[in-house]
């Protein structure tokens, strides 16, 4: 304490304080924290003392944080405290936290887009080739679930969902949508692959022939007979085989139905393709805007 000549009291006092700043980590890790330090007298309102600060930060004698760090001044609004009692003076600091993005960048976000971009190759590979397809799309689709594990158990507790993990949920959407519309293909596909016959009809057929031969063995002059007839009835007036009805063979209509298929099977993966890409950059740009703090 020293007694200047001008009748003012100089009052020292080194004192080492630890602070703690309630931090919201919703939008973690791209978030931005501000913390004020606010130290005055609550005895004496601001008529009577006034408080002034000033703040001294060596950034080249700090170790290497996880944020980017600034001292400001405290903001006007900070330097009066108004309580019932009266109007303090305050004084002191604020601090800006900005957090480094560039590691979750490269571990996460790039890996994350490329394996949602590696996805969409799988539309380009034909829907026959079920092994190369379904592996490409499965493997993508656990390695993005075991990288929001693991980014899960480290991000810092938040009441919502937080940034990163938004964004991992809509790159596993992307690739679970992948399998899905493979799924339909190969649904459509195993219609088209369906049997001509049913089991009923196939009974139906072995026991004839088995009645046949039988019958064949005893009276071979009736076989004749009625292969003849047989011939005569499956053979028309133009020498094509008829099936009871008029128009297009059995066979012609499954080709021309498999083909139609085949069409439609072709037109989802190219819709796949086309609308894919589009959604996933509007949904990156969104994200970024939305997330982009502004140093002030």
């Known amino acids: 304490m020293r007694i200047r000549k001008n009748k003012t009291i100089n009052y020292e006092l080194n004192v080492r304080i630890t602070i703690s700043c309630r931090m919201n980590f919703d939008d973690f890790p791209l978030d931005a924290h501000t913390c004020q330090f606010q130290?005055?007298?609550?005895?004496?309102?601001?008529?009577?003392?006034?408080?002034?600060?000033?703040?001294?930060?060596?950034?080249?004698?700090?170790?290497?944080?996880?944020?980017?760090?600034?001292?400001?001044?405290?903001?006007?609004?900070?330097?009066?405290?108004?309580?019932?009692?009266?109007?303090?003076?305050?004084?002191?600091?604020?601090?800006?936290?900005?957090?480094?993005?560039?590691?979750?960048?490269?571990?996460?976000?790039?890996?994350?887009?490329?394996?949602?971009?590696?996805?969409?190759?799988?539309?380009?590979?034909?829907?026959?080739?079920?092994?190369?397809?379904?592996?490409?799309?499965?493997?993508?689709?656990?390695?993005?679930?075991?990288?929001c594990n693991s980014v899960r158990e480290q991000a810092p507790t938040s009441s919502r969902l937080n940034a990163v993990d938004l964004y991992l949920v809509v790159c596993v959407f992307f690739v679970f949508a992948a399998l899905i519309e493979y799924a339909v293909i190969l649904l459509l596909l195993k219609k088209r692959r369906k049997p001509r016959r049913t089991i009923a009809e196939g009974l139906k057929t072995v026991l004839s022939n088995g009645d046949v031969r039988q019958s064949g063995n005893k009276h071979p002059e009736h076989i004749d007979g009625n292969r003849d007839m047989l011939e005569l009835e499956e053979v028309g007036p133009a020498g094509s085989k008829s099936n009871g009805q008029r128009g297009e063979s059995p066979k012609k209509?499954?080709?021309?139905?498999?083909?139609?298929?085949?069409?439609?099977?072709?037109?989802?993966?190219?819709?796949?393709?086309?609308?894919?890409?589009?959604?996933?950059?509007?949904?990156?740009?969104?994200?970024?805007?939305?997330?982009?703090?502004?140093?002030?």
């Not at 490329?114 to 190759?121: E, G, H, N, P």
Request: aromatic share 14%; glycine share 4%; proline share 5%.
């Open 39 to 147: 130290v005055g007298s609550y005895y004496d309102t601001q008529e009577t003392v006034t408080c002034q600060s000033v703040t001294i930060y060596d950034q080249d004698r700090q170790r290497s944080l996880q944020h980017f760090l600034e001292i400001e001044e405290l903001p006007a609004s900070y330097n009066t405290v108004d309580i019932p009692s009266g109007v303090y003076s305050a004084c002191g600091f604020q601090v800006q936290l900005q957090r480094k993005q560039m590691q979750f960048v490269v571990q996460v976000y790039l890996p994350s887009a490329m394996f949602v971009i590696v996805s969409w190759v799988s539309f380009l590979v034909k829907p026959e080739v079920v092994p190369g397809r379904m592996a490409m799309l499965v493997t993508l689709f656990l390695v993005l679930i075991n990288i």
């Open 253 to 296: 209509t499954n080709d021309s139905l498999s083909v139609r298929k085949q069409g439609l099977v072709d037109n989802i993966d190219a819709w796949a393709m086309w609308i894919s890409p589009p959604v996933f950059i509007v949904f990156n740009c969104i994200y970024w805007v939305a997330y982009r703090h502004v140093d002030k």
